[in-house]
């Protein structure tokens, strides 16, 4: 993750707020600071994660072994605030976790992260709230999955994630994040944000399927035509994001795959990993950073910049910003 990081900004922490108001904003957004540095820091994960199983011992960092135990505390409010009984649109009670979240969310900050880091904490809570779904519309999606790649993002860029976190970030950290969003789904009858049926990729995530691509290299256990038979991912689908999410698609839907699940189908016919992680990247692009329904609940502060971007300076993307100067 070398070449990401912005020039230092001495501007002081700030709550994110949506800035893409409407679809002519879109080429500022294509050429601000955030979506260079987005797009390079999900590159540089990418990489960090080809050919490893989410079982592999990697690095895990104090901080980011709290940052999943953070997830945890997410996890167990679902206990708290047991559903109600599914409507036409989700279960309300989805509300009572969300508003548990935001009730809780900057504690749990403040626990996971050194006080060296508490200065940055009302901007990162604003991507952590914003991680798990929208509770007015009772919906998930990549948008939401985006949120929390730049909540990662804003971690790595003030250095209380590192480069050493790399492969966990994804492996460990994702995968739990991952385990959390479905039992949300599942448990409160989640609506897709944005869903385009079965012509999309899928109806909730997006990242799952580029980074777990990476993971299953071409020499891999398992070929792209198998990854969507049952008897290939069965055994593998905790070790494989790619595999996790499919194991995951077919508990959730019925019928053939090819029939409610068009695009991965097809995409199971590309016949090297390779091929079909480089086609997943210009996808996650096109249909989800590039997409304006998307692109409008971004949110926008001091770390995630929608200011332009800079003429490369070569810095890399941990360095923190430059200490706020007293007036």
């Known amino acids: 993750m070398s070449d990401s990081k912005s020039e230092a ?6 709550k994110p707020i949506p800035k893409i108001k409407d679809i002519s904003l879109m080429k500022a957004w294509k050429e601000s600071k955030a979506y260079r540095e987005y797009t390079l820091f999900v590159q540089s994960l990418n990489r960090a994660v080809h050919g490893r199983k989410n079982s592999d011992s990697v690095p895990i960092s104090s ?10 505390q997410l996890d167990s409010f679902i206990d708290q605030c047991p559903p109600k009984g599914r409507s036409r649109f989700g279960d309300a009670a989805y509300r009572d976790w969300h508003a548990k979240l935001e009730q809780e969310s900057e504690r749990l900050l403040k626990e996971a992260l050194l006080e060296q880091y508490h200065q940055y904490i009302e901007e990162l809570n ?12 009772l919906d998930y999606g990549t948008g939401h999955e985006l949120a929390f790649a730049l909540f990662i993002l804003c971690l790595c860029k003030i250095e209380a ?3 050493q976190d790399s492969q966990a970030i994804v492996l460990k950290l994702f995968a739990r994040y991952l385990d959390l969003c ?13 869903s385009k049926g079965q012509w999309c990729l899928d109806d909730y995530q997006f990242l799952p399927f580029l980074w777990g ?39 959730v839907k019925t019928g053939p795959f090819f029939e409610h699940s068009s695009t991965l189908y097809d995409i199971s016919n590309v ?13 996650y692009y096109g249909e989800v ?28 993307l941990f360095k923190k910003p430059a200490p706020v100067v007293s007036q």
């Open 9 to 14: 900004n001495s501007t002081p922490s700030q």
């Open 63 to 72: 901080t980011l072994d709290k940052l999943m135990n953070l997830l945890n």
């Open 126 to 137: 604003g991507y952590l709230c914003d991680s798990f779904g929208n509770s007015t519309r």
């Open 161 to 163: 994630l590192t480069e």
């Open 182 to 194: 479905r039992r949300l789904q599942r448990t409160y009858y989640l609506e897709p944000a944005g």
């Open 213 to 251: 691509s990476s993971q299953l290299t071409d020499d891999g256990p398992i070929e792209p035509k198998q990854a969507i038979d049952e008897r290939f991912y069965r055994d593998l689908s905790n070790d494989y994001l790619y595999l996790g999410a499919i194991k995951y698609i077919n508990e």
């Open 271 to 283: 016949a090297h990993w390779s091929k079909v992680n480089q086609g997943m990247l210009k996808m």
């Open 289 to 316: 950073l590039d997409k304006f329904p998307i692109a409008q609940h971004i949110l926008f502060g001091n770390l995630i910049s929608f200011d332009p971007t800079p003429k490369p300076t070569g810095e890399g």
